[in-house]
């Protein structure tokens, strides 16, 4: 996993860690709290989906640009291969 990768995964983490901290220490009635704590979780979810999604294109992009890259030094040696 590359280091922007954890790195926006560990803020996203913290700031819903910290938020969660946050209602649970607000002087709220527990219906309320339990609304709020619901539609945060929602948000979060989405947002993590949201990054998953993102970090699977990226893991596919660079995939494709690997097989590219090792497609290319195939060829390269068998064309060098050929004249030796």
Known sequence: MKTATKVILSVAAAAAAGAMIGMLLAPEKGKDLQAKIRDGA???????????????????????????????????????????
Do not use: P, Y
């Open 42 to 84: 929602k948000d979060w979810l989405a947002e993590f989906t949201s990054l998953l999604h993102m970090g699977k294109e990226m893991a596919q992009e660079a995939r494709s640009q690997g097989e590219e890259a090792l497609a290319g030094l195939t060829k390269g040696t068998k064309a060098l291969s050929e004249k030796v």
